[in-house]
Nanobody, 126 residues
Framework: VQLQASGGGLVQTGGSLTIACAAS????????IGWFRQAQGKEREGVAC????????AYAESAKGRFTISRDNAKNTVYLRMNALKPEDTAYYYC????????????????????WGKGTQVTVSS
């Protein structure tokens, strides 16, 4: 099981960015997937998640209305579209996966996840 995040970069406040999480060794639609971030000096936090069974999604309060998680089964890739970015969104973003079956909103908790990929840096300039 491997996950690789990509697409991070530098964007201005109010801008948009889409980051991707490519999976190999397993099919994403059988796993719960979460996007997490960790800013310097802060704990890792869940941002958005999507269930494997029916694609239900959930978001952290900080992401609601601005971020959208989606899945492309043909490409075995999960995306996080981020709009109206703020400096406080600056962080290293990771994707993670689990085969565990939990209530879909629980995939947003890091402790639920079993597999973690290398992250991608997102920097929002003020």
């Amino acid at each position: 099981v491997q996950l690789q995040a990509s697409g991070g970069g530098l964007v201005q406040t109010g801008g948009s960015l889409t980051i991707a999480c490519a999976a190999s060794g397993f099919t994403l639609d059988s796993y719960g997937i979460g996007w997490f971030r960790q800013a310097q000096g802060k704990e890792r936090e869940g941002v958005a998640c999507i269930s494997g069974s029916d694609g239900s999604t959930a978001y952290a309060e900080s992401a609601k209305g601005r971020f959208t998680i989606s899945r492309d089964n043909a490409k075995n890739t999960v995306y996080l579209r981020m709009n109206a970015l703020k400096p406080e969104d600056t962080a290293y973003y990771y994707c993670a996966a689990t085969a565990s079956i939990v209530y879909y909103t629980d995939y947003i908790y890091p402790e639920v996840m079993d597999y973690w990929g290398k992250g991608t840096q997102v920097t929002v300039s003020s």
